[in-house]
């Protein structure tokens, strides 16, 4: 009998394993084969939110949107409703109004919860580009699936990642045996300082939720220097919901109770009430006048502090949005070893005229500390056919301190052995620039921009250029040309410029003519890995231009972005002079970034690390040799840092880093 058992084990076995391979292609595929399109989808929706303090401190005040919970009641309760309108399961549009909120004012807190309630679940990532889905074909080797019955249609799929990393989640999930489709799922992870939990409950399978939850309850802790809050986001999907019969009727008792899905619970009753005894708890008649202008005063200047110097501006409506980083951020600073220490602050503001045409403002101002000065590019755009990418655009920057070495060498020849140039800084030379363009699609893949650009350059030091006898001013206009051609949707980009300077038109003395030809290429892999390929070349082909050497896609940023703005495709250890120097360049840039690559494996230290990334970046210039940079990076929640080395002619010239904060940086 015992024999008999041990001869028929393999085949229970290998029948197991069959079966739950079947079940796990299922699910991979199910999407792909079985699931409803969603493009075009609309739906109403109820959103109920709760905010618990454990622990809170001062610090929480500088924290992205939690200004509001900072101070007060430790204990918030929000309700709102609204429609979702989805282009794709990646891409929708959130229109919501709030119902009843005990938060002051009735603002938004912890607006990144909101990722929570509409994982993706059968993509790559369940949240943009972060978190790794398990239930994605491509990220199954991240984790180890364990499959058990559940009943005679289901079965319930464990998961847990085989390597400690925040972007990956562990949780199970209930599937239908037969399609594969997800019926519920919970999952746990950490995204940038919340530890969360999403419990999803999906739609049947002919309808457009069998992508969706229909029902979803997203809990988070977040612990940040002391603070400890849970914080609770639920959402029902699919309410049909109708408006009240007047606007005043949307916060009333009766309203409320017809739009929840179910009754609330006893702690978030209890929430409501607290706010409610401590609203009327109004002074004496005396008093009442004297003490409601203090504080009618009192949120204003709380109002002020929170909107343009905690954490930003963001208000909107159907036709205006306007947003405004925080005046004070240390968030916002960025360090690398050419550029030297930077601080930035972004605005955007936008009207909408129409879905085709708008109008948007998006100036950006920065400060360096490395040279002392301030920064900004102001641009105003006119968009008259989205579809199309028609615009017109007027812009007005100070660009960047440009140095130019042609002007030293000629004022050197001319005063040979009577001055010390070394302190001078005469090659050095602050720029001013308008500039004016418009850009169309003429076909689908091919684009024009025309334009004129107007610099005024000058001296640092104006006034020993005028004792050496020589211009502290210079101007130029030029006409721009830029074609650029995407041959195939998703394939690379081919960029040519032309600009040509004009003398004599708005007191300008430069002549010149410049070409440019640029091809980036950047490839999504799968689990989030990507390459990203950058070739270009441009001259000069008058040979008037001996004062200033100034190439569009060639040249020196003094105010960085973050890890996804500008460290790939730029040169980090590059000295600034050398974007001056030469009639022509040459360059090629590659970077290579995965969310589990290298140090990722490294017990305890992985765990911390979200993205790396390598870089090389090749360069040919006159009058020097073969330049490279090779450099590794990585990202977390905290923080993004790359080191990087230069050659000169395959000789080691430098080692030097870059250094950005990435804290809430997606809140």
């Known amino acids: 009998m015992v024999l008999g058992i041990f001869l028929y084990m393999p085949g229970i076995i290998f029948a197991r394993v069959v079966a739950d391979s079947l079940v796990m292609d299922r699910l991979f595929s199910y999407k792909r084969n079985m699931a409803p399109n969603i493009s075009g989808f609309k739906d109403d929706f109820y959103l109920k939110y709760t905010f618990r303090t454990i622990r809170r401190n001062p610090t929480l005040f500088f924290v992205p949107s939690m200004f509001s919970i900072a101070k007060g009641n430790r204990n918030y309760i929000g309700e709102n409703i609204g429609t979702i309108s989805f282009r794709s399961i990646e891409d929708y549009d959130i229109n919501q109004r709030t119902l009843k909120s005990t938060i002051p004012h009735n603002r938004k807190a912890m607006n990144v919860m909101m990722q ?13 580009e972060y978190m790794l889905s398990p239930f994605n074909r491509s990220n199954r080797y991240f984790y180890r699936y364990r499959i058990s019955t559940v009943d005679s249609s289901k079965v319930c799929i464990t998961f847990r990642p085989k390597l400690d990393n925040t972007q990956l989640v562990d949780g199970f999930a209930v599937v239908d045996r037969y ?53 609770r986001f639920y959402a029902d999907f699919g309410c049909a919901i109708s408006p009240p019969d007047s606007a005043k009727a949307y916060s009333s008792a009766d309203y409320l109770k017809s739009v929840r899905p179910d009754s609330l619970e006893t702690i978030e009753k209890l929430i409501y009430e607290k706010s409610e005894m401590d609203n009327g708890q109004l002074p004496d008649s005396a008093r009442k006048e004297e003490t409601g202008k203090k504080n009618l005063m009192m949120k204003k200047a709380w109002d002020i502090i929170d909107d343009y110097i905690i954490s930003g501006q963001d208000a909107s409506n159907q036709n205006v949005s306007v947003t405004l980083s925080p005046l004070f951020n240390p968030l916002y600073m960025s360090y690398s070893n050419s550029r030297g220490l930077a601080y930035k602050m972004d605005i955007g503001a936008r009207y909408n005229f129409s879905p085709e045409r708008f109008l948007t403002f998006s100036p950006r101002i920065g400060y360096n500390f490395k040279i002392k000065k301030f920064f900004f590019n102001t641009p105003l755009r006119y968009t008259f056919n989205s579809r199309r990418n028609g615009w017109v655009e007027i812009s007005w920057a100070n660009g960047n301190r440009i140095a130019n070495s042609s002007v030293l060498d000629i004022i050197r020849a001319e005063n040979r052995d009577t001055i010390d140039f070394s302190a001078l800084n005469l090659d050095y030379f602050d720029d001013e620039l308008v500039r004016i363009s418009g850009n169309l699609l003429l076909t689908r893949r091919i684009g024009v921009q025309l334009g004129v650009v107007y610099h005024r350059r000058t001296a640092v030091n104006e006034a020993e250029m005028e004792q050496l006898g020589k211009p502290s001013d210079y101007r130029s ?22 600009e040509r300077g004009l003398t004599n038109i708005l007191k300008s003395n430069i002549k010149y003519e410049r070409w440019e030809f640029d091809a980036s290429f950047k490839k999504a892999l799968r689990s989030l890995r990507q390459y990203s390929l950058r070739v270009g070349g441009g ?15 060639f040249h020196e940023n003094y105010i960085p972005g973050g890890w996804d703005d500008d460290w790939t495709g730029d040169f980090q250890l590059l000295n600034s002079a050398w974007y001056n120097a030469s009639r022509y360049y040459l360059r090629a840039n590659a970077s290579y970034g995965s969310p589990l690559l290298l140090l990722t494996w490294i017990p305890l230290v992985g765990r911390y690390i979200e993205t790396e990334r390598v870089y090389l970046n090749l360069l040919q210039i006159q009058h020097t040799r073969p330049y490279s940079e090779i450099g590794y990076g990585l990202a977390n929640r905290y923080f993004s840092v790359g080191v990087f080395g230069s050659f000169l002619n395959g000789k080691l010239q430098e080692i030097g880093s870059k250094f950005t904060f990435e804290l809430f940086r997606r809140w």
């Open 179 to 231: 399609t594969g489709r997800i019926v519920s799922t919970r999952f746990n992870g950490e995204y940038d300082m919340v530890r969360f939990s999403v419990n999803a409950k999906m739609g049947e399978g002919d309808s457009p939720y069998a992508l969706l939850p229909k029902v979803c309850d997203s809990r988070a802790t977040f612990k940040f220097m002391g603070n400890d809050l849970r914080v």
């Open 539 to 553: 001259f000069y082909t008058n040979k008037s231009t001996d004062y200033f050497v100034d190439f569009a896609n």
């Open 477 to 498: 206009f030029a006409p721009v040309v830029k074609l650029s051609v995407v041959p195939y949707p998703g394939g690379p980009t081919f960029t040519a410029n032309y």
């Open 116 to 128: 929570f309630i509409i994982p993706n679940l059968y993509g790559i990532s369940l949240f943009g």
